[in-house]
């Protein structure tokens, strides 16, 4: 059992950069490859980035590519996601969770066993 607790959203202008921070709890952080997921108002949740037990293979939406980077830190605990040159299409509630059936790069959401509960993220233009 992992239990994740997002924090790092905000309303920003648009080219802003944040950082979203998933802290885990329990022992078992590190066996895990970890996402990123995001659902904005209207929309169906869609994966954002992945990344392996190790954080040495990372995996990105291509709408996100060169902006975002996923990053994690075992001996903490804890998944981040650096956000560079928002734009109001960012605009939702993003959610980390850990993959448990899938592949390091899976990209479906039915792979992924713990979520946490969110942080918005709004960017302005």
């Known amino acids: 059992q992992v239990q994740l607790v997002e924090s790092g959203g905000a309303l920003v202008q648009a080219g802003a950069s944040l950082r979203l921070s998933c802290a885990a709890s329990?022992?078992?952080?590190?066996?895990?490859?970890m996402g990123w997921f995001r659902q904005g108002p209207g929309k169906e949740r869609e994966f954002v980035a992945a990344?392996?037990?190790?954080?040495?293979?990372?995996y990105y939406r291509d709408s996100v590519k060169g902006r975002f980077t996923i990053s994690r830190d075992n001996a903490k605990n804890t998944l981040y996601l650096q956000m560079n040159s928002l734009k109001p299409e960012d605009t939702a509630v993003y959610y980390c969770?850990?993959?448990?059936?899938?592949?390091?790069?899976?990209?479906?959401?039915?792979?992924?066993?713990?979520w946490g509960q969110g942080t918005q993220v709004t960017v302005s233009s």
């Open positions: 329990g022992r078992t952080f590190s066996s895990y490859p």
């Open positions: 990344i392996s037990k190790s954080g040495g293979s990372t």
């Open positions: 969770a850990a993959n448990r059936y899938g592949a390091d790069s899976s990209t479906a959401a039915t792979y992924y066993g713990f």
